[in-house]
């Protein structure tokens, strides 16, 4: 145990030692003090992700409490009393500590209050219900079913409470199937494949998402409509080509199902409530240029609702998944530091990234989040590549000027949501994983098929909408 403790432990404080080393102890050319503490709080925020010898959203807490201690304007003294032109830039502790209250994270705190107000009042099962009725009883419409419905749900709740409703579904009838018909693996696999897929959709379907939004501003910004609009057909394409592949990999001997899902529509005033609360948000969401709003202000209109009118209450708010709030503030914190010291800016000059095609580029970042996103999570993923990708977008300007930045961010984003070839990938994939009716060789070989047809995919949309000036 304690042999384990130190493979874990050690790779992660030797970062932190550095952090501590005074300026003159380690020296790195053209690199100010800030620039390189920045460099080994990153370390440290890349082996905490990986190897988890702490949860991961406490990584990000650490991250931002080392920037406000090492590298903002009213850390420690001995931090910070260097020669300015050694010093280098020092953050605001004001612009740190935003990163907990981030707009960004304000669009998920939204999305969250509606995910618990429709699971508390049963509108998730209802309409699964009531969606799912017109897919008949033919085992691959069935699916096909469950498949859009997970999508749909996934883009607006939690991926992961999705994938625990659709698989308690779907329990009793992946016990009609005979032990060696392989259409249960088919069907086990149709949930969490869905729900990876789906929360592609929106800028709330999923963490890597909201992590992208903090670098499409500006010139580059892209509203709740508009991410819809290259998010959805992506996904329907994703969605129809993945059903394809899990009947052609698992086809099913069994010739009908019957899916009995019972349950009432609430007609309380709280319940008309919610209803109508969730079609307001989301009606708001996709009409920004209308009513001028933005996404961040939309989403705060369900928390103030749902308080107010004690639908979601102080026991609720204990459901809420803080965990990926922090996560993701993390994240901005680490961009932040990245952006605002200049570091990220450094390392994209110091490669000869003009010398290359910017579609290499393109390929190149993608796959390795694609790679990466597979072994660790994809908000961490997410966290540690779209800092330097944004800044990397911004140097092809020259090479690819119309909305080289945003097909290069969407991109990478698309593919830290596309990795979900091994149990540990995503939390939908362990869901299924552990019904007990799926091998890992089973789930790696949809995976891995996906991933890599997904990122093509991705890249024809978004090039034929770039040619098109659809975006950027």
Not at 254 to 268: P, S, V
Not at 282 to 301: D, E, K, P, Q, R
Request: proline share 6%; hydrophobic share 55%; net charge neutral.
């Amino acid at each position: 145990m304690l042999k384990r403790n130190l493979k874990y432990t050690l790779p992660i404080l030797l970062p932190l030692i550095v952090l501590l080393l005074p300026a003159d102890s380690f020296a790195l050319d053209g690199l100010t003090l800030v620039e390189q503490r920045v460099i080994a709080i990153f370390v440290m925020a890349t082996l905490c992700w990986v190897l988890e010898p702490i949860p991961i959203y406490a990584t990000s807490v650490l991250i931002i409490v080392l920037e406000l201690l090492l590298i903002s304007d009213n850390g420690l003294w001995f931090a910070t009393n260097s020669a300015p032109e050694q010093q280098g830039q020092l953050l605001s502790q004001t612009a740190i500590m935003a990163t907990f209250a981030s707009p960004i994270i304000m669009l998920f705190l939204g999305g969250f209050f509606l995910a618990l107000a429709a699971t508390k009042y049963r509108l998730d099962i209802n309409l699964a219900r009531v969606l799912l009725r017109p897919f008949g009883y033919n085992p691959k419409y069935v699916m096909l079913g469950i498949m859009l419905i997970t999508a749909v749900f996934s883009m607006f709740m939690s991926n992961t409470a999705t994938t625990a409703m659709m698989l308690s579904i779907l329990t009793p009838v992946l016990a009609l199937f005979a032990a060696e018909d392989l259409g249960k693996v088919a069907f086990a696999l149709s949930v969490p494949v869905a729900a990876n897929i789906g929360g592609i959709a929106t800028p709330i379907g999923t963490p890597p998402n909201a992590v992208a939004l903090k670098y499409l501003v500006n010139e580059n910004s892209i509203s709740f409509a508009e991410w819809m609009s290259i998010g959805v057909p992506f996904v329907v394409v994703m969605l129809f080509i993945a059903w394809l592949l899990l009947i052609k990999l698992f086809p099913t001997s069994t010739q009908q199902i019957d899916l009995n899902i019972e349950g009432i529509f609430l007609k309380t005033p709280k319940a008309w409530l919610v209803y109508g609360t969730f079609l307001l948000t989301i009606l708001l969401w996709l009409m920004g240029n209308l009513h001028g709003m933005s996404s961040y202000v939309v989403a705060m209109l369900p928390v103030a609702i749902f308080s107010i009118f004690n639908i979601i209450n102080k026991e609720d708010l204990k459901n809420i998944p803080w965990d990926v709030l922090w996560l993701v503030s993390g994240g901005i914190a680490l961009g932040l530091a990245l952006d605002k010291t200049g570091l990220a800016a450094h390392v994209v000059d110091a490669i000869p990234f003009n010398n290359f095609h910017p579609l290499l580029l393109i390929v190149g970042a993608s796959m390795l989040c694609l790679l990466m996103a597979n072994f660790m999570s994809n908000t961490a993923t997410a966290n540690l590549l779209l800092p330097l990708v944004a800044t990397l977008g911004a140097s092809m300007h020259s090479l690819l000027p119309y909305g080289g930045q945003v097909v290069l961010i969407l991109s990478v984003t698309f593919s830290a949501s596309l990795g979900m070839s091994l149990p540990v990938s995503t939390p939908p994939n362990a869901l299924a994983y552990a019904s007990g009716h799926i091998e890992t060789k089973q789930m790696a070989k949809i995976g891995i098929i996906i991933g890599i047809i997904g990122i093509s995919v991705a890249f024809a949309m978004l090039f034929i909408m770039n040619k098109a000036h659809f975006i950027g």
